[in-house]
């Protein structure tokens, strides 16, 4: 008999091809790491029972046929914030890595990743990271070394309505967000639970109006 851990991560597989699909789901039920909620082959399906199966994490392919993957991270971050989408792809274009990002997905991966980097990346989105496949990685910061010098990032939060609503103590929180910290970091500096990091961050996000980490560092520092 198996017994599964109360710290097994749920997640959740949406992928149209089966061979794929099914590569997913043994690589997470083999995993001392994730528990395997729940599987979809087609987007719509996705869209009415992700929302009842709550998971904690959603591996999500962009080309689903008659609608987009990002399009579903949209429309079902926007209802339940607290789902966190890791993007599982071929596609490697820019437009697609950040029109995912601004979407709502919280981490980018190819599908030729290997199952210890799959299993890892979801372990790393858990505990507040945003894990990226090196090639995407590469690419996002080419982007933005790009930039025109009047684009480029501040290091001061600027000073808004929204900015003035945080508290002292979650300001302290997306300063090391910023820094590329994840919560078990965050709240060992802090003296507080990675869960306790992990609410301040939900209340961030809603207080911002924003859907993940790049999101709510860009906003408070007027990038």
């Given at each position: 008999m198996q017994f599964y851990s109360m710290n097994k991560v749920s997640v959740c597989i949406v992928e149209d091809v089966t061979d794929i699909r099914q590569a997913?789901?043994?690589?997470?039920?083999?995993?001392?790491?994730?528990?395997?909620?729940?599987?979809?082959?087609?987007?719509?399906?996705?869209?009415?029972?992700?929302?009842l199966v709550k998971p904690q994490v959603v591996l999500m392919d962009i080309g689903l046929g008659s609608i987009s993957g990002i399009d579903i991270?949209?429309?079902?971050?926007?209802h339940?914030?607290?789902?966190?989408?890791?993007m599982c792809t071929v596609y490697e274009e820019e437009e697609k890595i950040f029109e995912a990002l601004r979407a709502g997905a919280s981490g980018y991966i190819?599908?030729?990743?290997?199952?210890?980097?799959?299993?890892e990346a979801i372990s790393e989105l858990v505990e507040g990271g945003a894990p990226m496949s090196s090639q995407i990685a590469m690419k996002v910061v080419n982007a933005f070394k790009h930039l025109p010098v009047q684009e480029e990032v501040t290091s001061s939060p600027v000073q808004n309505e929204e900015v003035a609503v945080l508290s002292r103590r979650e300001k302290e929180i997306l300063e090391r967000l910023s820094q590329g910290k994840i919560y078990k970091e965050i709240g060992g500096e802090l003296g507080i639970s990675a869960e306790t990091v992990r609410?301040?961050?939900?209340?961030?996000?809603?207080?911002?109006?924003?859907?993940?980490?790049v999101e709510a560092v860009n906003k408070y520092f007027g990038r």
């Open positions: 997913l789901e043994q690589i997470i039920e083999l995993s001392d790491n994730c528990m395997l909620t729940a599987s979809f082959a087609t987007g719509e399906e996705a869209l009415v029972k992700i929302p991270v949209r429309e079902l971050k926007a339940h914030p607290e789902i966190l989408f890791l190819l599908k030729k990743s290997s199952p210890a980097k799959l299993t609410k301040h961050v939900y209340h961030i996000y809603e207080k911002l109006h924003v859907n993940n980490r």
